[in-house]
């Protein structure tokens, strides 16, 4: 089970959809963004395993891993100083409650 | 003291063990994440989560990535994610109702989306895939400095403008701004 790539896919797909759900269901805008998190892992955890069942893709998987760390970090960086600077304007993190550019 | 080759009584390899555990402790720490009330816990279970998830790119063979998935993910994201719950913190705790009235829409579309993806991916043949094999860190070393040295370069840039943005974005307006702040509710 462990030495077949199908089981590291469909484990990763259901990360993913875990953070689906996530990202669709709650309301705070950090729960969001800690969901993206979760599906940019999962599409990681994908990468890694292409890299280490694929001959031809045994370095490069790890490196293009690596990079997407890298901006998953500058995503996360960038979406929290956005969301407390609306929680500096608004006093609070639910993005339901964001309504101003629909009224 | 050696271990014996397989998993006594089940006759299961290690590897498939640790699989096995590490693949239901990572959903379910990930279904913890999302589901749970308290926001600074789902927190803590995000560090668990992705915990749980170096240790399966150690069981995939990478311990480079697993070592840079503690680094960035436990070590920087998850510390300014906790940061940033404990600056949006509410005073009446945490809110009332955590999903929103569609989370049952949501519920579907994920569950949709999972089994689809887990059936395409299983019923796939991949043709180039092999056997499993450890990548070994000199090689990722020398990709990293050879071939993707433009992107490593790259990234670079980017890391410099996200720190840049996230201090403009999240440093305080100036005091002239001050009324604004205090439109009604």
Known sequence: MSQSLDSYLALSALLFAVGTFGFLARRNAIAMLMSIELMLNAVNLAIVAFGAFVPSLRGDASVIALVVMAVAAAEATVGLAIVIAIYRNRRTPLVDEYTQMRE | ?185
């Open chain 2, 1 to 185: 003291m050696t271990l014996p080759q397989t998993v006594p009584f089940l006759g299961w390899s290690w590897n498939d063990l640790l699989f096995l555990v590490l693949a239901t402790a990572l959903l379910g720490t990930a279904l913890m994440v999302v589901l749970g009330r308290n926001i600074i816990r789902s927190g803590l279970w995000m560090i668990a989560c992705f915990a749980t998830l170096a240790g399966v790119y150690a069981l995939l063979g990478t311990p480079l990535v697993a070592a840079a998935q503690v680094l960035v993910y436990i070590g920087a994201i998850s510390v300014l994610i906790l940061f940033a719950i404990m600056l949006t913190q509410t005073k009446g705790g945490p809110a009332a109702l955590v999903f929103h009235h569609q989370a049952w829409a949501a519920a579907i579309a994920a569950v949709v989306l999972g089994t689809l993806l887990a059936l395409v991916v299983t019923s796939t043949e991949w043709p180039l895939a092999g056997e499993y094999a450890a990548t070994s860190v000199r090689a990722i070393a020398q990709l990293l400095f050879s071939d993707y040295v433009l992107p490593f370069e790259i990234v670079g840039v980017l890391l410099l403008a996200a720190v840049i943005g996230g201090v403009f974005l999240a440093k305080r307006d100036e005091p002239r701004d001050e009324p604004h702040g205090e439109r009604p509710e």
